[in-house]
């Protein structure tokens, strides 16, 4: 892997030029008082250098003579390692990630400055550390006000998203790799979700079983918080409590991801807690499939990323107008987005090191977003038809057999240079396939 995360630093530093880069660790997250949770990585950090702790900069700056990459870490500290884990410290963050220099975090401020005074602008993302930002900032303006004096300096500060998101957006064979893996341990859990679901169980019985699952192949435990949503608890898109006893006669929509040597997997399904879908579940549930069917023809080189939502919108639509849920003219309803008490969300985002990973889906108005191969999106329309929706006057109260039905079938797929690839293809989703 530090061939390719020199390789990402090498890509990045050709497009930043005479330009400086700078990268911030993401901070510990405290759960309560003084216990903190299992520290991620920020992403992007990550990406460029496989370090994973935390208080650590890297420092990308190609026009220097001497170092071009530079890590600012924790040094060494037995005391404190004995309590809190083993620190990398300065001598191995050169040895084991490749920096041509390292230094201790707390000489971030009389170092920086040489890294920057050649530069002609600095690339950093102002997150949500705003001590650290106004830091930035502090360096930026002081070497502005210098500029006069030398004729160098920063004049310019510029976000990285741009630049290095895009290069995110297109996954390396070692990221496909370990995709594939997230993949199939979330495969492999909601298989199980499936046989093991009964009347009787509760929510986080089958929540249980599924992350077990996770850390038994080996993966860092759930991409996202799971979703385990039986009867009317599926139509609450992010419902997480999981606490619920499931009846004969509901359905169940799980929503559960692996995370897997820092990638992720996103997978939903929908099915019978009993064995089979009554009339009403199976005519949404059939919609809804069509849907996704439809949408993920859609994905392959050259097709803009908003025709799988379009795609999606139209098959939805005409089913809800079919069952009488919607009145109206098709293209109306969907300019109009008559649709959206039943179906409130997009159909589709990236997946990578997020759940919701980075990269832009248009550029301006007129310009959408362009698939091409190594782009991976998930692909998750649904219906829920929510208890006490507000309506639009025009449109005719909900059926009352409809009400309560929530229903979201989602798969990871990969853009291939000939199409695509669904990569939780191995879930059940067809009817026959999840009555049991």
């Given at each position: 892997m530090q061939t390719e995360y020199?390789?990402?630093?090498?890509?990045?530093?050709?497009?930043?030029?005479?330009?400086?880069?700078?990268?911030?660790?993401?901070?510990?997250?405290?759960?309560?008082?003084?216990?903190?949770?299992?520290?991620?990585?920020?992403?992007?950090?990550?990406?460029?250098?496989?370090?994973?702790?935390?208080?650590?900069?890297?420092?990308?700056?190609?026009?220097?003579?001497?170092?071009?990459?530079?890590?600012?870490?924790?040094?060494k500290d037995r005391e404190k390692e004995v309590w809190s884990g083993y620190r990398c410290g300065i001598d191995a963050?050169?040895?084991?990630?490749?920096?041509?220099?390292?230094?201790?975090?707390?000489?971030?401020?009389?170092?920086?400055?040489?890294?920057?005074?050649?530069?002609?602008?600095?690339?950093?993302?102002?997150?949500?550390?705003?001590?650290?930002?106004?830091?930035?900032?502090?360096?930026?303006?002081?070497?502005?006000?210098?500029?006069?004096?030398?004729?160098?300096?920063?004049?310019?500060?510029?976000?990285?998203?741009?630049?290095?998101?895009?290069?995110?957006?297109?996954?390396?064979?070692?990221?496909?790799?370990?995709?594939?893996?997230?993949?199939?341990?979330?495969?492999?859990?909601?298989?199980?979700?499936?046989?093991?679901?009964?009347?009787?169980?509760?929510?986080?019985?089958?929540?249980?079983?599924?992350?077990?699952?996770f850390r038994l192949r080996g993966g860092m435990g759930p991409a996202?918080?799971?979703?385990?949503?039986?009867?009317?608890?599926?139509?609450?898109?992010?419902?997480?409590?999981?606490?619920?006893?499931?009846?004969?006669?509901?359905?169940?929509?799980?929503?559960?991801?692996c995370a897997y040597g820092y990638y992720n997997s996103d997978i939903t399904r929908t099915f019978p807690v009993g064995r089979k879908f009554t009339p009403e579940q199976k005519t949404l549930y059939e919609i809804v499939l069509e849907a996704q069917k439809q949408a993920i023809a859609q994905i392959k080189p050259g097709n803009p990323h908003k025709l799988v939502h379009d795609t999606a919108v139209r098959v939805l639509t005409e089913g809800l107008v079919e069952l009488g849920i919607l009145k109206g003219e098709i293209d109306k309803l969907i300019e109009e987005e008559k649709y959206k008490p039943y179906y409130m969300h997009r159909t589709s985002h990236w997946l990578g090191l997020d759940v919701h990973d980075v990269g832009v889906y248009q550029h301006g108005d007129d310009k959408p977003q362009i698939l091409q191969p190594g782009q991976i999106l998930t692909v998750e329309p649904g219906l829920y038809i929510v208890p006490d929706t507000k309506l639009a006057e025009d449109q005719p109260e909900t059926d009352p057999r409809w009400i309560g039905i929530g229903i979201r079938i989602e798969d990871d797929v990969l853009v291939t240079p000939g199409g695509n690839e669904v990569l939780t293809a191995a879930v059940p989703k067809a009817v026959d396939e999840v009555e049991r």
């Open positions: 020199r390789q990402r630093r090498e890509q990045l530093m050709a497009k930043i030029g005479t330009g400086t880069a700078i990268f911030r660790s993401a901070p510990m997250a405290v759960m309560h008082n003084d216990v903190e949770y299992t520290y991620r990585q920020d992403s992007d950090f990550f990406y460029l250098t496989g370090f994973n702790e935390a208080q650590a900069v890297a420092v990308l700056a190609p026009h220097h003579g001497e170092h071009r990459f530079v890590l600012f870490v924790q040094p963050a050169k040895e084991l990630y490749g920096a041509d220099e390292a230094y201790p975090i707390s000489e971030l401020d009389e170092k920086l400055p040489q890294y920057l005074e050649k530069a002609d602008r600095i690339y950093y993302h102002l997150g949500r550390d705003r001590s650290f930002n106004d830091k930035i900032l502090g360096h930026y303006q002081s070497l502005l006000r210098t500029y006069p004096k030398r004729g160098t300096g920063p004049i310019a500060i510029e976000d990285t998203g741009p630049i290095l998101h895009s290069m995110r957006l297109v996954k390396s064979e070692t990221e496909l790799e370990l995709m594939r893996q997230a993949a199939a341990i979330a495969t492999e859990a909601h298989n199980y979700a499936q046989e093991i679901t009964a009347p009787g169980c509760y929510e986080y019985e089958i929540q249980a079983e599924m992350e077990r699952i996202y918080p799971s979703i385990v949503a039986s009867g009317a608890n599926a139509c609450v898109l992010h419902y997480i409590e999981n606490v619920r006893q499931m009846q004969d006669g509901e359905l169940l929509l799980i929503d559960a991801g």
